[in-house]
Structure formats: structure tokens, C-alpha cells
Antibody, heavy 124, light 110 residues
């Protein structure tokens, strides 16, 4: 079945750039009925949607993070990636990648498959 | 785009029913029937338990049910079990391919 796996550095220095990858296995990143997204969870807090990408490269971002975020996709590697610029301690969180159906027969606009999450700490 | 509002915590005894509310605005919860709910145990990834307001994915217990009235969506868990103790998060479509989450609710089974 479809599996998602996040990877990337667990420690990033303030003002630097956070880069994470999500590898998709057991399914196709090129499907026309799914978005692929990033969500994060700061310690002890709720979930925060970061952004979403379609296989064609169309992207959609949380307005509060839009100026610092970029999401890209590489279908040849079955990966999509998150880049977050100029990080601060407030960006310390568990980062999840997830699949989101955007057409039937999927669970429309719900995140139905998740990666296990990766912890990113911003500290000098 | 503001976060949806959920109570920080709710509690109930085994066998009882509880309801968790999720309040948004006419731009998200009130305007779309795309509210989803997630169960998250400590240290685990969230698990989808309700989508499109009322629908359950295959394999999710029928003790979980969802509803919506105006700008407020609700998750009801009936016949509480010890394993239901977890964090619950709501999420709504907010237009233009964006979504917004709630702050999460910690459920304690007494």
C-alpha cells in the first residue's frame, strides 16, 4: 500500500534554510486525483498546514508562511520536497508529509495517508 | 486564515459519549462540506477518522460520527474506550485549494 517517508536534517541553525524530502512508495506521485502536502506540529500544539503541490507543479501555500516556503516535486525520484527559508526557533516542529485527494473517489480535501513525521529543531 | 477553534480538552468515562466541537467561519467550515477529523496518539502520525463532515474511512469504528451546523462541526465518540484517549484535530477546506486545522483537543478517558 501507499507509504510516505520524510527525510532530512534534524537540526537547523537560526536564519538558515530547512529542507525536507518526502519519498512516495507503493503508489504514483503522478496521479491526477491527489495533492501532496506538508503539515507541521510544534511541541504541544495543534497541526498547521504548510502547503500542497500537484504533480504538475502547481503549488498552494498557507498565507502565513507563503513568503518563506517553497514546495517542489520530482516525479522521477518519487519525491516531493519542502524548503523553508530564514528559520527561527518558532519553526521547531515535527514535519509530516501527507496525501490529499482532490477528486472522487477519494476523501476529498482530507489527508488520508501520512508519513511518520520527522523532528526538526532550530537551534544554534 | 485563522485556525479553527476546538476545546483544549474533554473527558468522559468508559461507555459514555463525548462531543468535540470545531468552530470556523463562513469562509471555511460554514461554506464547504469538507471537514475532516484526525485521531493522534502520542508520538504517532494523525489518522483520518472522518472526512466530508460525516463519512468514515474503511476500517474506522462506527462509534465515531461527524456532523455540522452552520460554522461549527462536531465529532461524537460513543461507547468510549480506553484506546480512544488521544488528541483529536479538525480540518476544513478553505477555498483556493487551501485548508485550515483546529488547535486540537485532548480527550481523556477517566
Amino acid at each position: 500500500q501507499l507509504q510516505l517517508q520524510e527525510s532530512g536534517p534534524g537540526l537547523v541553525k537560526p536564519s538558515e534554510t530547512l529542507s525536507l524530502n518526502c519519498t512516495v512508495s507503493g503508489g504514483s506521485l503522478s496521479s491526477t486525483i491527489y495533492y501532496w502536502g506538508w503539515i507541521r506540529q510544534s511541541p504541544g500544539k495543534g497541526l498547521e498546514w504548510i502547503g500542497t503541490i500537484f504533480y504538475s507543479g502547481n503549488t498552494y501555500y498557507n498565507p502565513s508562511l507563503k513568503s518563506r516556503v517553497a514546495i517542489s516535486v520530482d516525479t522521477s525520484k518519487a519525491q516531493f520536497s519542502l524548503t523553508l527559508y530564514s528559520v527561527t526557533a518558532a519553526d521547531t516542529a515535527v514535519y509530516f508529509c501527507a496525501r490529499r485527494p482532490m477528486a472522487a473517489p477519494g476523501a476529498l480535501h482530507a489527508f488520508d495517508v501520512w508519513g511518520q513525521g520527522t523532528v526538526v529543531t532550530v537551534s544554534s | 486564515q485563522s485556525a479553527l477553534t476546538q476545546p483544549a480538552s474533554v473527558s468522559g468515562s468508559p461507555g459514555q459519549s463525548i462531543t468535540i466541537s470545531c468552530t470556523g467561519t463562513s469562509s471555511d467550515v460554514g461554506n464547504y462540506n469538507f471537514v475532516s477529523w484526525y485521531q493522534q496518539h502520542p508520538g504517532k502520525a494523525p489518522k483520518l477518522i472522518i472526512f466530508e463532515v460525516t463519512n468514515r474511512p474503511s476500517g474506522v469504528s462506527n462509534r465515531f460520527s461527524g456532523s455540522k451546523s452552520g460554522n461549527t462541526a462536531s465529532l461524537t465518540i460513543s461507547g468510549l474506550q480506553a484506546d480512544d484517549e488521544a488528541d483529536y484535530h479538525c480540518c476544513s477546506y478553505a477555498g483556493s485549494s487551501t485548508v485550515v486545522f483546529g488547535g486540537g483537543t485532548k480527550l481523556t478517558v477517566l
